[in-house]
């Protein structure tokens, strides 16, 4: 009788055991701990996405800038702070430091030649040079050193062709920086980025794509005048 009943129970609990859901397999530590991290990076990545898309930032290079010591995400000089100097050298063959351009206000543009928002960025200033001029501004518009790595048409034929009837503006310079210069202003690699830069050599507005913000632009250069 001993066995049979203990027989019957083992049957009793298989029957039991049968009718309930089972639990899934516990998954290995190592994998637990993966998902955990990759959801955590995740997280990361979205909300510095988000934080540059609400900032309005620079347009950024997808690749390498070809100027040694350049990294991204590096902070660009701010308004407030004495610009760097540093050279250009204008098409004409001048060499040019910020530093003397103390004296007047200039907009102090860097661009690549094969960046979109920059050509529509110089056609837009073309529209609104002599409105710059009228507060005292000048416009410098450099070439990143050698173009930020990448193939472009020249900075002259880039000049000539999207100012058209500017170019010979005696208040706009078109030229090409040194290394020094671009890693000064453009430490991370940005295709465009300008600085409002007042007649004590302060940097007062940053920004990028004059042809999107031509409007804050004005209105920071009426400022000066």
Avoid at 80 to 109: C, E, I, M, N, Y
Avoid at 190 to 197: E, K, N, T
Wanted: glycine share 12%.
């Amino acid at each position: 009788m001993g066995g049979q009943a203990r027989q019957a129970r083992r049957v009793q609990q298989r029957r039991s055991a049968a009718g309930r859901p089972r639990r899934p397999p516990a998954a290995p530590r190592w994998r637990r701990w993966w998902w955990a991290w990759a959801g955590a990076a995740v997280l990361v990545v979205v909300g510095v996405v988000v934080g540059l898309h609400e900032a309005g930032g620079p347009t950024a290079a997808s690749g390498g800038s070809g100027v040694s010591g350049s990294s991204g995400g590096a902070a660009l000089p701010k308004a407030g702070q004495p610009a760097p100097d540093g050279t250009f050298t204008t098409l004409s063959g001048r060499v040019v430091h910020v530093a003397s351009l103390r004296g007047k206000p200039t907009l102090l543009w860097f661009v690549s030649t094969w960046c979109s928002s920059c050509q529509a960025g110089t056609s837009a200033v073309a529209q609104n040079v002599t409105k710059l001029a009228a507060d005292g501004v000048r416009v410098d518009e450099v070439e990143l050193y050698q173009d930020l790595g990448q193939s472009g048409p020249s900075m002259q034929s880039f000049a000539k062709t999207l100012a058209g009837s500017s170019y010979t503006s005696p208040d706009w310079t078109f030229g090409t920086s040194s290394a020094a210069l671009t890693r000064a202003y453009d430490p991370a690699s940005y295709l465009d980025v300008y600085y409002l830069i007042n007649a004590k050599g302060q940097i007062t507005y940053v920004n990028s794509s004059p042809a999107a913000t031509m409007p804050q632009l004005l209105a920071e250069a009426g400022k000066l005048a």
